[in-house]
């Protein structure tokens, strides 16, 4: 009888699901049985423990990493007529929070390295529209942050760091979050800190900008039926905090495991011509929510033919980001002309996500470098 082969996917949340099945069917079977789904006690016991976590004095919990985007431009003042200088390498949510509250996001061109944003390069974009600079941890691989923060104090600039993809990751001895003045993150199930459903969190050591977080997530209202602000419904569930609650007793070991995977292919992909394995930035320690590669010298529709190959032999990858933010039809009228960043349009077609997850085995990365060393030939 052959062996079946089972496919390795890009991520596998149901494997770790398994190793903790039993406390989260207990805590979340306690939140239902408690009759309070929404704020309440288990809610803010993880504001806490997460506040703590990051090394952050305060932390706002809300329904996702979006809202914690939107709240923390919010909280600083920032509308429209500003500018806030950010990443074109990554998810939309980052400039559409930007876009959100009326402001314009300005792109700069990103390391091929790290696929981070270049800090070399914000001090040139900067205009007296200037109000704020967002990093985005991309990947789990942290910026340069003490580049980020002084041109920040330089010009009077608060920071806001996105660290939807970079829960525990650090820079120096901090860990992202807790360095600029405002930390944004995502529980979004694929994070190394995901619930099961949308979450988020902000954190700071500001205690008015805390204050004014709060506020806006609940309707603009401290006292209920009076509103100071204009605001939105960005709550944290109960049920989801009970089990991030519990994830987050797991997620140093979740990250070493990912770190170990990632050390393993470093070696494994070294050796292969036309392969740049992504570089960890000194003086920071990436957490890997992704491992994206960049093929050397393909276009787009050759790094697609080389996915297809390898789905071909049971090894799905992932593309992030194909199309850049600043080539995004959304963005047309800010007019980035095709070549302007040249560096992130070269990573949008060249960038491949290999399986990234804590319990990827051995076995399944060699599978899957043979397989990609298989369908590089056969480009």
């Known amino acids: 009888m052959n062996q079946v082969i089972q496919p390795v996917p890009p991520l596998d949340l149901t494997r770790q699901y398994a190793t903790i099945e039993r406390d989260v069917s207990a805590a979340v079977m306690q939140v239902l049985a408690s009759g309070q789904y929404i704020n309440g006690p288990v809610v803010e016991s993880f504001s806490e423990q997460f506040g703590q976590y990051v090394g952050s004095k305060e932390c706002i919990v809300c329904n996702s990493g979006t809202d914690a985007l939107y709240l923390a431009l919010r909280a600083l003042n920032i509308g429209p007529g500003d500018q806030v200088i950010t990443s074109p390498f990554t998810f939309i949510a980052t400039a559409e929070a930007i876009s959100a509250v009326g402001a314009t996001p300005v792109f700069i061109d990103i390391e091929l390295e790290t696929f981070n ?6 001090a040139a974009a900067i205009t007296p529209q200037t109000k704020a600079i967002m990093p985005v941890h991309i990947f789990g691989q942290p910026v340069d942050m003490d580049a980020v923060m002084a041109v920040a104090q330089q010009h009077h600039l608060p920071v806001i760091e996105d660290c939807a993809q970079a829960t525990g990751a650090r820079w120096q001895d901090q860990k992202v979050g807790s360095i600029g003045r405002i930390g944004c993150f995502s529980f979004f199930p694929t994070k190394n800190l995901g619930g099961c459903g949308d979450g988020g969190a902000l954190t700071t050591d500001d205690p008015e900008i805390a204050a004014t977080a ?3 997530r609940d309707h603009g209202s401290k006292v209920r039926y009076q509103h100071e602000a204009i605001g939105i419904n960005s ?6 905090a009970a089990i991030l609650q519990i994830k987050l007793q797991y997620l140093e070991q979740w990250n070493a495991q990912r770190q170990a995977v990632a050390d393993r292919y470093q070696q494994l992909l070294s050796p292969i011509t036309g392969v740049r394995p992504p570089v960890a930035t000194v003086g920071g320690h990436s957490v890997w929510n ?17 996915r297809t190959q390898m789905q071909a032999q049971g090894i799905s990858t992932m593309v992030y980001y194909p199309v850049p ?3 995004q039809p959304v963005y047309e009228d800010l007019g980035y002309q095709p070549g302007s960043l040249p560096n992130t349009e070269q990573a949008a077609e060249q960038v491949l996500a290999l399986p990234m997850f804590p319990e990827l085995t051995d076995e399944q990365q060699n599978r899957v470098v043979y397989a990609l060393k298989d369908a590089l030939t056969a480009l």
């Open 325 to 327: 933010l600043h080539r």
């Open 235 to 240: 709550r944290l569930d109960a049920v989801q």
């Open 290 to 306: 992704q491992y994206s590669i960049l093929i050397e010298g393909v276009t787009a529709e050759q790094r697609d033919r080389l």
């Open 117 to 122: 944003f270049d800090p070399s390069k914000i």
């Open 214 to 216: 709060r506020l806006l």
